[in-house]
């Protein structure tokens, strides 16, 4: 056992000379995730403590599961479990497919300018601010807004939709789709780029049309991309961005808008429980970390593709 140690710290001593500028280059990451990721994770101990700052974490009270529990039979907790669910399950259905569509047929594009426009046209939304981008969402909407004129030419009743519960969830997704499309894209730009050339021309060769190429030459080679972009998507799926739910949403739309990320975010900085919206935060990482495992082995599974 000594002699594979010996070796193996050989090994590594022996690369890290070899490497060493690499190593240095990556010691301002690791120096990130140590500081700002795992750090802070000794905190999720105020989840099972009745956490009261003037005590500190080590002084305030053990309480066990008390906010779990708390939680799991409060009136929130179905409400804002489904909505979470939900509208990750209508991003995952309709916003990550949108931007392989768009990769797809920007790669079919000829036109080099045009390609170029396409890119950046739908490039830029994701650039702008989100507190601008739900300004405009905001102004669109609202009673004299643009599409809400448009769509009482229509027949609509002329409300502001983002007082409407049930028009939360659309307007939120179509608005994801829009600012995140082409920023997406690339990863499967860059993958398409990366597909032999010599396949397309013995395709051609054996008389394959642009579609047939599609299907059996280009999804096929972005395949174990989509397939880590998947998995990394439903690890994160309870994740949805409070900051957008909030600057959007209102009282009148909790009941579908409210999710585990904004309740999370009331409790602890509104309402100063902090201990509660620790729980809520580790019980909604746990979840994750359970998702994220269990699509890898799938994946692995069946397409070979995983990220361990």
């Not at 140690?5 to 490497?19: A, K």
């Not at 957008?244 to 900085?269: C, H, M, Q, W």
């Amino acid at each position: 056992m000594h002699a594979k140690r010996q070796t193996l710290g050989s090994r590594l001593v022996r690369d890290f000379l070899m490497n060493k500028y690499l190593y240095l280059m990556m010691v301002p990451v690791l120096v990130y995730y140590i500081i700002f990721h795992y750090a802070p994770m000794y905190g999720a101990v105020i989840a099972f403590k009745n956490y009261a700052p003037i005590k500190g974490i080590l002084g305030s009270d053990w309480v066990g599961l008390k906010h779990f529990a708390d939680f799991f039979n409060s009136y929130y907790f179905e409400r804002i479990l489904s909505n979470t669910l939900l509208i990750s399950l209508n991003s995952l259905i309709f916003e990550f497919p949108a931007p392989i569509i768009l990769a797809l047929l920007i790669n079919e594009v000829r036109h080099k300018m045009f390609k170029r426009v396409v890119q950046t046209i739908t490039y830029m939304p994701y650039f702008i601010s989100l507190v601008v981008i739900c300004g405009i969402i905001t102004d669109f909407t609202n009673a004299d807004g643009l599409i809400n004129r448009l769509f009482v030419s229509m027949g609509y009743d002329g409300q502001a939709m983002l007082q409407k519960p049930e028009l939360f969830r659309p307007i939120y997704i179509l608005s994801e789709i829009w600012q995140r499309i082409g920023w997406e894209s690339i990863i499967y730009i860059a993958a398409l780029m990366s597909i032999d050339q010599e396949q397309y021309e013995a395709a051609r060769m054996d008389g394959a049309g642009r579609l047939k190429q599609m299907f059996y030459i280009t999804l096929p080679g972005i395949m174990p991309t989509i397939a880590i972009m998947l998995i990394l998507r439903i690890g994160n799926m309870l994740n949805v961005g409070f900051e957008k739910i909030i600057l959007l949403y209102n009282p009148v739309t909790y009941e579908t808008a409210d999710v585990i990320s904004s309740f999370v975010y009331r409790k602890g900085l509104l309402e100063f429980g902090w201990s509660y919206s620790a729980a809520v935060g580790l019980f909604n990482s746990v979840i994750n970390l359970a998702l994220l495992i269990t699509a890898n082995y799938i994946s692995r599974r069946v397409s070979k593709n995983s990220l361990w």
